[in-house]
């Protein structure tokens, strides 16, 4: 939607400047306007959703602009608008997103009807974009649990190493106390 108001604003500034250049009627300012809202509109249905294009804009959003566009989206899924589910998938697989969450993404991607929308909502493009962002998270949570298994052992080896210090230390003291009572055994023989 805001992409649609930015193109319609660009669209309004420019024939406002023809107009002011040209020194055009009003009947050929209206038929302007009527051209281009047709254009816009034809532009916005043929493409009914461009899944790669809305990655890329919101890669370059900042924080305030990523937090606007999840609450955008999540109003846009509680009015039943079919992209805003894979549009707040997006946004929870975006690693700078403030509710990136791998988990969570993989779990509506999961709950995600794709079949009956392949032929639908999403171009042979979209779907395999999906499609690849699926793989994306599926590799992603196997790392994640990689890494959340290598985490554990390394507490696990460095408790076993803490346990083990703890008996050297006490075996070097116990040597310590060898040694003083062999020195003075050793002094009392002399």
């Known amino acids: 939607m805001k992409r649609l108001i930015c193109k319609l604003s660009s669209c309004f500034c420019r024939i406002t400047n023809e107009i002011k250049k040209q020194g055009m009627p009003l009947s050929t300012i209206l038929m302007l306007f009527a051209i281009s809202g047709c254009q816009l509109l034809s532009d916005s249905n043929s493409n009914k959703v461009d899944f790669s ?3 890329l804009w919101i890669k370059s959003l900042s924080d305030d602009e990523i937090v606007e566009e999840i609450f955008q989206q999540k109003s846009n899924k509680q009015s039943g608008y079919a992209q805003a589910d894979v549009q707040l998938i997006m946004l929870y697989s975006l690693p700078d997103s403030p509710i990136h969450n791998p988990y969570t993404a ?3 991607l999961n ?3 794709l079949v009956p929308y392949s032929e639908t909502t999403f171009s042979t493009t979209d779907l395999a974009f999906v499609v690849m962002l699926k793989d994306q998270l599926n590799q992603q949570l196997l790392l994640l649990e990689q890494l959340t298994n290598y985490k554990g052992a390394y507490q696990q080896s460095k408790k076993v190493n ?5 008996k050297i230390d006490q075996l070097n003291k116990q040597i310590i106390q060898l040694k003083k009572i062999e020195k003075t055994l050793s002094n009392r023989g002399q």
Request: glycine share 0%.
């Open 106 to 108: 993989k779990t509506l």
């Open 111 to 113: 709950d995600y009807p």
């Open 53 to 55: 294009d809305y990655y």
């Open 162 to 166: 803490l346990e083990q210090q703890l």
